[in-house]
C-alpha cells in the first residue's frame, strides 16, 4: 500500500485530537505544510488528488480550500488553485504590524518574564549555536563549498524554526493575552515568509542580535529591548530581500 506523503501529519494531528473533522484536518496539514514550504509557492494543488491522498470525500478538501484562499495562502485561478507566491510588498505591510506587536512584546517582558521562559530562551541560544557551528555560518562562502545544497537547506529550515522559537518564547513572555491573540493571527504568515526569505544572507548575525535583544530584556531596559527588536527586524528582512 502506497503512503501518502501526508501520512506523518494527519496521524499526529488525530492523535492529539481524535475527533478532529476532516475539514479542519485537510486545512491544518495543508497550511502547516504550505506555511513550512513542504508544498512550495507557486504550486498548483488539485482538490480530488488532495482528497485521495488524505483518504477524505471531495467536500472537507473543498472548504479547506476555501478557508486557506480566504487567509490567503491559496489563489484561486481558472485552472484551480495555487500556492501563494509572497512579494516583497506584502512582508512590507506585515513587517510594519510585526515590528508593532514585537516591539511592545519586547518592552512587557523585561519586567514579566518569569525564570522558566529565561531557562526557554537560554536553550534556545545555545540550539541555535549548536547550528551555526554545523556550517550554517559558513555555508555562504562561495569560494569555499563546505556542505552541498541540501545540507544547507535542511539546515537553514532548522534556524528558522529555532528563530520563529525564540520570537515566540519573547511574545509569550509578555504575559498580555491580547498581545499574543494578534500576533498568533499573522504568525502564519510571517512563518510562511521566514521561509520564503530562508537563505545565507538572512541567517547571518541573527544569533548576535538575539542575544543582544534577551541581555536587553535581562538588563530590564525596555527602550533597549524595543530599538533592539526593530533593528533586528529591520535587518532580517533588509538583507533578506538582497538575496
Avoid at 108 to 114: D, K, P, R
Amino acid at each position: 500500500m502506497r503512503t501518502s506523503k501526508y501520512e506523518k501529519s494527519i496521524n499526529e494531528l488525530r492523535e492529539k485530537n481524535p475527533f478532529i473533522s476532516n475539514t479542519e484536518l485537510v486545512y491544518m496539514v495543508l497550511r502547516d505544510n504550505i506555511v513550512d514550504h513542504r508544498i512550495a509557492p507557486g504550486q498548483k494543488l488539485n482538490q480530488e488528488q488532495i482528497a485521495v491522498e488524505m483518504n477524505v470525500s471531495r467536500t472537507p478538501v473543498r472548504d479547506a480550500f476555501a478557508a486557506l484562499e480566504k487567509e490567503g495562502f491559496l489563489e484561486k485561478g481558472v485552472q484551480g488553485y495555487t500556492v501563494y507566491e509572497m512579494q516583497p510588498g506584502d512582508y512590507v505591510a506585515l513587517l510594519e504590524v510585526r515590528i508593532a506587536l514585537e516591539k511592545l512584546a519586547a518592552r512587557l517582558a523585561c519586567s514579566q518574564m518569569l525564570g522558566s521562559e529565561r531557562s526557554l530562551v537560554e536553550k534556545n541560544l545555545a540550539d541555535t549555536e549548536v547550528l551555526m557551528a554545523k556550517g550554517i555560518g559558513r555555508a555562504w562562502d562561495e569560494d569555499i563549498n563546505i556542505i552541498n545544497e541540501s545540507q544547507a537547506k535542511q539546515l537553514f529550515h532548522a534556524l528558522g524554526e529555532k528563530d520563529h522559537e525564540f520570537h515566540i518564547i519573547i511574545m509569550n513572555a509578555a504575559h498580555n493575552q491580547y498581545l499574543v491573540e494578534s500576533y498568533m493571527h499573522i504568525d502564519p504568515k510571517i512563518h510562511f515568509f521566514r521561509f520564503s526569505a530562508l537563505n545565507a544572507g538572512a541567517c547571518q548575525n541573527m544569533l548576535e542580535r538575539h542575544k543582544k535583544i534577551y541581555d536587553a530584556i535581562r538588563q530590564r531596559d525596555e527602550d533597549l529591548a524595543e530599538r533592539r527588536m526593530e533593528k533586528h527586524l529591520m535587518l532580517t528582512v533588509s538583507r533578506a530581500m538582497r538575496y
